[in-house]
């Protein structure tokens, strides 16, 4: 007779896979400088709407500034300027999409640069958008507990008497300095996973833990690269905001394409 537990153990071909991990590059200088020339003919391409992800962005950067001073937060207004481009990576997914079809030679208009857009919420880069929010509000959270600390003892009627307090006394610089080398960790951690994880999950199907995992894999591989690329993003991002954050209309969307091309370049091609 046969017995009744036999077939109850699985064959070994349906024992789950290790997802493979994609390839890491070597990267050069020349490989940014090529990348930030294809992200630029990328701009010229659609210039419009490319411009619309980054006129998107700096509308939203105004109206968060403008509600902070209507909320009398006076003292968010320096952390929230300064921790706003944290979250320019999954801003541009769009762009990482024009991007994508710009190489591959495919057509492209609004509806379907905006459904992919949309879709991105059903997948792995939901996760990757909580990730970053999550380290926007860490830095948020740390500014306002060294202000606490710090300058305990100080009030901020208007946004002009913050600024002398911050930039013109002792206790204002020792805020500065510790808040920079804060902000300035937040931001490489988030840089580190981030940095192709974002293009990566646009264009593969892969969990975004794997994509982080990849993004740390190509700091540490090419950690001077790496540097510069952050060092070029955050000038450019910082001083895109000084005129009323209106610079990001176009260096948002030009760094976005840029970014695309780079991940081409750090990451083996998925098809191998």
């Excluded at 541009?92 to 991105?120: C, D, H, P």
């Excluded at 969990?207 to 190509?218: E, N, P, Q, W």
Aim: glycine share 6%; hydrophobic share 55%; with cysteine.
């Amino acid at each position: 007779m046969a017995s009744k537990t036999a077939g109850s153990t699985p064959p070994d071909n349906l024992t789950p896979q290790q997802p493979t991990m994609p390839e890491v590059n070597k990267v050069t200088a020349g490989d940014i400088t090529a990348s930030l020339k294809a992200g630029f003919s990328d701009f010229l391409a659609r210039p419009f709407m490319s411009g619309f992800f980054g006129l998107f962005y700096a509308i939203f950067g105004i109206l968060f500034i403008w509600t902070l001073v209507w909320l009398g937060k006076i003292w968010m207004i320096i952390p929230a300027v300064v921790g706003f481009p944290l979250v320019a990576p999954f801003a541009a997914a769009g762009l990482y999409e024009m991007s994508r079809r710009l190489q591959k030679g495919e057509s492209f208009g609004w509806i379907e640069i905006l459904t992919v857009v949309a879709n991105q919420r059903k997948r792995e880069m939901g996760w990757m958008a909580f990730v970053t929010l999550f380290i926007f509000w860490v830095w948020a959270y740390q500014v306002r507990l060294w202000l606490a600390i710090i300058l305990q003892d100080s009030s901020f009627s208007d946004f002009d008497e913050f600024l002398n307090i911050v930039f013109f006394t002792p206790q204002g610089w020792t805020f500065l300095a510790i808040g920079t080398c804060a902000g300035a960790i937040l931001s490489a951690a988030l840089f580190t996973v981030t940095v192709v994880a974002m293009p990566m999950l646009l264009d593969r199907e892969m969990d975004f833990i794997s994509a982080m995992l990849t993004s740390v894999c190509v700091v540490k591989e090419n950690p001077v690269v790496m540097l510069t690329w952050a060092a070029i993003i955050t000038v450019t991002m910082l001083l895109s905001l000084v005129p009323a954050f209106l610079g990001l209309i176009f260096s948002l969307p030009i760094l976005g394409h840029t970014t695309w091309h780079l991940y081409q370049r750090a990451v083996s091609s998925a098809e191998g």
